[in-house]
């Protein structure tokens, strides 16, 4: 994507973290900025003996695992709240093909982002798109309480989007505000960010979070285990708890090179009966 192919209202030369993880996994709805500034991450992660799009292809199969089990467990809503640029398995199709009645809203805040989505859905029923803030989630229910019943088990998808609020107490509200809604029989889905405690890195994660300022996010933050697991207090903890996400549930798991010291940490939480 050229710069020259920005929509209205969309700065070319201020990065995306939607579309820097475009191109982490390999898309081309990107511009030059996003990925000069992905590219720093990535380099940055290689020299702390991570790997950035390794993360990236982790997460992603932990959201399309997560969705897969939901839907054989009998969930039909799902809202997927920065959901990010459309991608291959995609919610809605992983819901579908077990249960092809399940009902699925993005929320986004990206314009780019919202005109693929809504490219991509034109004509799917039961699929909607709303622009709505995860800084706003009471905002973000009411909006989608249009399309999906609150009254029954709804899946709320979190996936890599909660590490770009940098306020530990703003993101615990956003949570609780979120896990409020849940029903019993609905579910928390939750990635995000981290690193062991010994293995911190303070130089490079410093100069991580200058490139993620400079982006339209402002900033990138890194939580540990208990922090994630506090977020689902109140919920029953599917097994293996939280726990990297290349390790939830991979029937076939594969050595993941450079996740062995951080990455992304992934959980699921019911509400019980």
């Given at each position: 994507m050229t710069d020259e192919q920005a929509p209205p209202g969309v700065d070319p030369t201020v990065p995306s973290v939607a579309r820097m993880y475009d191109y982490y996994l390999g898309g081309k709805d990107n511009f030059r900025a996003d990925r000069d500034a992905a590219e720093q991450i990535v380099r940055l992660a290689r020299d702390s003996g991570a790997d950035v799009r390794e993360m990236a292809r982790a997460n992603r199969g932990f959201l399309i695992r997560t969705v897969h089990h939901l839907a054989a467990s009998g969930v039909r809503q799902f809202l997927d709240i920065g959901t990010g640029l459309p991608t291959q398995d995609n919610v809605h199709q992983v819901a579908?093909?077990?249960a092809p009645d399940a009902k699925v809203v993005y929320v986004d805040n990206d314009p780019i982002v919202l005109t693929h989505a809504q490219a991509l859905l034109a004509g799917s029923p039961g699929t909607y798109v709303l622009d709505g803030d995860v800084r706003r989630p009471a905002d973000i229910l009411r909006d989608a309480a249009?399309?999906?019943?609150?009254?029954?088990?709804?899946?709320?998808?979190?996936?890599?989007?909660?590490?770009?609020?940098?306020?530990?107490?703003?993101?615990a509200a956003i949570v609780a505000t979120l896990r409020g809604a849940l029903v019993p029989g609905g579910h928390l889905v939750i990635s995000h960010s981290y690193v062991e405690p010994d293995e911190g890195r303070p130089e490079r994660m410093g100069e991580a979070q200058d490139v993620y300022r400079r982006?339209?996010?402002?900033?990138?933050?890194?939580?540990?285990?208990?922090t994630v697991r506090g977020w689902l207090d109140g919920l029953e903890l599917l097994e293996p708890g939280v726990v990297p996400v290349q390790h939830w549930r991979d029937d076939a798991p594969h050595p993941a090179p450079g996740l062995d010291k951080g990455g992304v940490l992934g959980a699921v939480g019911r509400l019980r009966g």
């Open positions: 579908r093909r077990v249009a399309h999906l019943d609150f009254g029954r088990p709804v899946a709320i998808v979190l996936a890599a989007v909660l590490h770009f609020l940098p306020d530990d107490a703003e993101v982006s339209a996010s402002g900033s990138i933050a890194w939580r540990d285990r208990d």
